[in-house]
T-cell receptor, first 116, second 115 residues
Framework: NAGVTQTPKFRVLKTGQSMTLLCAQD?????MYWYRQDPGMGLRLIHY???????AKGEVPDGYNVSRLKKQNFLLGLESAAPSQTSVYFC???????????????FGDGTRLSIL | AQSVTQLGSHVSVSEGALVLLRCNYS??????LFWYVQYPNQGLQLLLK??????LVKGINGFEAEFKKSETSFHLTKPSAHMSDAAEYFC?????????????FGAGTRLFVKA
């Protein structure tokens, strides 16, 4: 039972390079999320998805794009990386259907990204 | 709009002492409340949650939290700290008005346990 799997675990990029972070969940969850975690700031929501084929902006979406072509996968893209995007990125998923509100989120182990 | 405030970015206790991590929230509708724990180089794991019903919620590893509506608080406690409790703890709130799927996290409290 893998839960939420993030790849890669570590990455170093140069300013201006692009990359895609992959998140996969095997729990048949409807909702998926991308967060960034920075010291003293908790987790901030970048983008989220309420189902296959849908995406929405979170609190800090600028500089990022996402896609959810399959229910189990949620991709986060950086088109032109900047040093301010150095962070730890977490993917999460949750099962929320009518009548099952307030379900907790399940997290991956994170991707540590450094932009030089 | 919802918000979460965790009082104290760092808390240090001795092994065997009471653990108290404070969390206050604001929400315009009845909230769902969560505590998560994060160990080094790992993602967040659910400790406990409050949705409805009993205001004293018991979680894993001996932790519990009490929802106090009048104080808008959801403090986390454990009677006796263990070295393995050293981690970062996050309080979080979800808005029932939107189905509870969007969660706002506090800034986190790092717990140190001294031998």
């Amino acid at each position: 039972n893998a839960g939420v799997t993030q790849t890669p675990k570590f990455r170093v990029l140069k300013t201006g390079q692009s990359m895609t972070l992959l998140c996969a969940q095997d729990m048949n969850h409807e909702y998926m999320y991308w967060y960034r975690q920075d010291p003293g700031m908790g987790l901030r929501l970048i983008h989220y998805s309420v189902g296959e084929g849908t995406t929405a902006k979170g609190e800090v979406p600028d500089g990022y794009n996402v896609s959810r072509l399959k229910k189990q996968n949620f991709l986060l893209g950086l088109e032109s990386a900047a040093p301010s995007q150095t962070s730890v990125y977490f993917c999460a998923s949750s099962y929320s259907k009518s009548g099952t509100w307030g379900q907790p989120q399940h997290f991956g182990d994170g991707t540590r990204l450094s932009i030089l | 709009a919802q918000s979460v405030t965790q009082l104290g970015s760092h808390v240090s206790v001795s092994e065997g002492a009471l653990v108290l991590l404070r969390c206050n929230y604001s929400s315009s509708v009845p909230p769902y409340l969560f505590w998560y724990v994060q160990y080094p180089n790992q993602g967040l794991q659910l400790l406990l949650k409050y949705t409805t019903g009993a205001t004293l919620v018991k979680g894993i590893n001996g932790f519990e939290a009490e929802f106090k509506k009048s104080e808008t608080s959801f403090h986390l406690t454990k009677p006796s700290a263990h070295m393995s409790d050293a981690a970062e703890y996050f309080c979080a709130v979800s808005d029932t008005g939107t189905g509870g799927f969007k969660t706002i996290f506090g800034a986190g409290t790092r717990l140190f346990v001294k031998a």
